[in-house]
């Protein structure tokens, strides 16, 4: 899973150089990025709050809660209370979220295999 984890991280970080380079007029697409760092988190078994999935999404705040609504209302992700702060909304992928990226990820995989080297951190 770690690898995994490492892949997907890695991933993000050249989405965000594209997006460095380019400008995001060009690109944009919020609702992928969310998935990612879920899926991400999913993978280090650790929770984002519904601001940090606003952060990885690199959109402004409303427009990352529409994101977030289309997402949790094509049921691929869940919101729960954090249950350390009551004030704080945490959000996972749903079961069916987990299913697509897994799927998403294992095809991908196949499709561009990923050169293993310890050596090198993304």
């Not at 007029?25 to 993978?43: C, I, K, N, R, V």
């Not at 079961?95 to 310890?118: C, H, N, V």
Request: hydrophobic share 45%; glycine share 2%; proline share 5%.
């Amino acid at each position: 899973m770690a690898e995994k984890a490492q892949q997907v991280r890695a991933l993000l970080t050249v989405r965000r150089l594209r997006l460095d380079i380019f400008g995001s007029e060009l690109f944009g697409e919020p609702a992928w990025d969310m998935l990612l760092a879920l899926y991400e988190a999913h993978l280090e078994q650790r929770a984002l709050s519904k601001s940090s999935l606003h952060l990885a999404s690199m959109a402004p705040w409303p427009t990352a809660l529409r994101w977030m609504d289309r997402l949790e209302c094509r049921q691929l992700l869940k919101y729960h209370r954090d249950p350390h702060d009551a004030r704080r909304t945490l959000v996972e992928l749903s079961e069916d979220g987990l299913k697509s990226m897994e799927r998403y990820w294992s095809l991908w995989a196949e499709i561009m295999p990923f050169q293993t080297d310890q050596s090198l951190t993304p």
